[in-house]
């Protein structure tokens, strides 16, 4: 796929590495300097070609299920602590509104925690992105707070 890679940027040779498998992190990015400093065996120093397993509805169907809602379109920048996981991102999209893709939106903001907001996923849709090295499908989400206009 686009990005892919033989060896990373260490010369570690690429290979597929589940990182979670339903809810359970089966395996961790270790680089070779933190892989002497932890005693753990490196696996790499980063990933290429990340896939999210696909859920069995496509975009039409998740924006009819969620009646009303926002559906994020682009994201502004915004920034996030890795340490902890709380995150600000500014964003685009279009209100959802009785199942139907209505009015445009922008300069609006979500706050959170990443480990928090993965807890209200809802849905997975089977649509991703194929120009990417990121294979990502719409996710939905439940009680996510936005705001701005």
Do not use: C
Request: net charge neutral; glycine share 16%; hydrophobic share 35%.
């Amino acid at each position: 796929g686009l990005g892919s890679r033989h060896f990373d940027g260490e010369g570690i040779s690429a290979k597929r590495m589940p990182v979670i498998e339903a809810g359970v992190v089966r395996n961790l990015y270790v680089d070779t300097y933190y892989g002497r400093k932890l005693g753990l065996a490196p696996t790499t120093g980063g990933g290429s070609n990340r896939v999210i397993g696909l859920g069995d509805k496509n975009l039409a169907e998740l924006i009819a299920e969620a009646g009303t809602g926002l559906y994020v379109t682009n994201w502004l920048g915004g920034n996030s602590d890795p340490t902890t996981g709380d995150f600000s991102l500014g964003l685009r999209g279009h209100l959802i509104e009785n199942g139907k893709i209505g009015a445009p939106v922008g300069e609006m903001n979500v706050t959170g925690n990443l480990a928090a907001i993965f807890k209200s996923l809802i849905a997975v849709g089977n649509d991703p992105y194929p120009y990417s090295s990121l294979r990502a499908p719409t996710l939905m989400f439940e009680n996510v707070q936005f705001s701005g206009t």
